[in-house]
């Protein structure tokens, strides 16, 4: 491969706009994943002791955004919000603001995140074993109390396979804001690629990279999941 | 009677209210918003979502004839067949599928026309359009995802009827066909219809590499007319059509095997 220098840091070579790129699309993902994890805790909550109105409600949530593709819930909500806010501030007599594409890339990402992390607590907080929340109950503990050292440990086994591939459903739709023209680590590397002409040496680097992250992702979510299941028992339902 | 009851169960009062701000919101939409565009660019929707629906399927079919052997070579195989499978499943499941399409067609689009007995050869008008390299991404990538699935699929067949069959002396490949393939197609028969919606989701980033599909359809209709949300909302709601058709067909699908019968 003559191509190679190319990736060097420093200029003529690439490094340095593939790493910021990267940068730029970690911070996403995790603000996504994590803003996921709120929107999540929230519908799921919301599906399962809200009334009928939010229970419909959410159900056409979870329902609509995990049917329609990302990319068209992304230019949906790109321009929707951009307008809205601006809008909003016109109304106010401020004046209009260029949201970053950052802030955007969580927000849209983050809604996303939030149908499926729906559903995936959900499912967990449901086998959380009911006797144990009604002795909890029964011994007066506070609710908060009871969310923190009852329910929230033992689902906590049970959500994270269901989390760790929501993370990487993030890390990976990241890659779709290049569509939009927001510089992460896909849309860096095709400037970089039809910039220099070498497609497979950049294309090549950057699949690495995810796969990088993918892995070490993979390895971290098994070790925090032994920990998360370390008091229960081995080969737990026979 | 049982209908009735269904009914009734399902349109609560709060249910009615809600239907009605729907309603209201739809029409709302259909005379507050601009469709002036439409009728000179239906044509061209229709045209876009056929393509789309002839993508999905056919990279599906193939996707899967993939991969059951993928699937197999990995539940099954020596190492010397599982370790690639397995790597090849790990390759496309860790990076994002616009990566693999743009390496497709930029790296392999740029290679093919520096051989000239490709350029030559009778396959070169084809292999110069996109869409070959769009089925043939969003295959591998279905593929990928589904050798997993299918992995698991050949492992839950109860390894007691593999050994009846061959201590009747059934030859491998008729055990295979007659017993291990279909019990693990019907395993995974729920699944595949939320991974086939998954793949319809995919679809629109082969726009991206100038298939014009429904997606794209939609993009130029808004660089025409400057008209934003109108082509995006109906590109939704298409979409939603889709999934929800290809929820149905599999529960058609589902129902129509036989039904197992659980010890009760």
């Known amino acids: 491969m003559e191509t190679l220098h190319l990736l060097a840091y420093s200029p003529p070579g690439w490094g340095a706009t593939l790493l910021a790129g990267l940068w730029n699309s970690l911070l996403i993902a995790v603000g996504a994943f994590g803003l996921g994890l709120i929107l999540g805790t929230l519908g799921a909550w919301g599906k399962l002791h809200g009334g009928p109105v939010t229970r419909d409600l959410l159900a056409m949530y979870t329902t609509i955004v995990r049917a329609v593709p990302e990319l068209i819930l992304i230019l949906i909500l790109y321009f929707g919000v951009t307008d809205l806010v601006n809008q909003i501030l016109i109304a106010l007599g401020h004046e209009r603001i260029q949201i970053s594409g950052v802030a955007a890339g969580i927000a849209v990402l983050g809604v996303v995140q939030g149908a499926y992390a729906t559903e995936v607590l959900r499912g967990a907080l449901l086998a959380v074993p009911q006797g144990q929340v009604e002795a909890a109950k029964a011994m007066g503990m506070p609710p908060f109390l009871m969310a923190r050292r009852i329910i929230f440990p033992s689902m906590l086994g049970l959500a994270m396979p269901g989390l760790a591939n929501l993370w990487l459903i993030a890390t990976k739709d990241t890659a779709l804001l290049a569509v939009v023209g927001f510089s992460e680590l896909t849309f860096a590397t095709r400037q970089a690629a039809s910039t220099t002409k070498a497609f497979f040496t950049f294309f090549m680097a950057a699949g690495v990279i995810y796969l990088i992250i993918t892995l070490l992702s993979g390895w971290a979510f098994a070790r925090i999941e032994r920990w998360a299941r370390r008091g229960e028992p081995r080969n737990a339902g026979g | ?264």
């Open chain 2, 1 to 264: 009677m049982r209908g009735a009851d269904v009914m009734r169960g399902w349109l609560q009062p709060h249910r009615i209210v809600l239907i009605l701000i729907g309603l209201g919101l739809v029409y709302v939409c259909v005379t507050q918003m601009r469709w002036d565009w439409l009728p000179k660019y239906a044509p061209m929707m229709a045209e876009g979502l056929w393509r789309t629906i002839w993508l999905l399927i056919l990279s599906s079919i193939l996707g899967m004839a993939l991969a059951i052997p993928l699937g197999l070579a990995q539940a099954a195989g020596p190492w010397y067949l599982a370790k690639p499978a397995q790597v090849f499943c790990t390759v496309i499941r860790g990076t994002p599928l616009l990566l693999q399409i743009w390496l497709l067609y930029y790296g392999l689009g740029s290679l093919f026309p520096q051989y000239p007995w490709i350029r030559e050869s009778d396959l070169w008008p084809i292999l110069r359009q996109a869409w070959p390299y769009a089925l043939l991404a969003l295959t591998l990538s279905f593929a990928g995802y589904e050798g997993e699935v299918m992995r698991g699929a050949f492992r839950s067949v109860p390894r007691g009827q593999l050994e009846a069959a061959r201590a009747m002396g059934m030859p491998r490949h008729l055990i295979l066909w007659r017993i291990w393939l279909p019990q693990a197609v019907r395993a995974v028969l729920p699944t595949l219809g939320g991974e086939t919606v998954l793949q319809m989701k995919a679809t629109p980033l082969v726009a991206t590499i100038t298939v014009v599909e429904i997606y794209a359809v939609a993009s130029r209709v808004r660089q025409d007319t400057f008209i934003v949300y109108e082509p995006l909302l109906l590109l939704a709601l298409a979409y939603l059509a889709l999934a929800g058709l290809i929820v149905l067909a599999f529960r058609w699908f589902e129902n129509r095997g036989p039904v197992r019968h659980r010890p009760s």
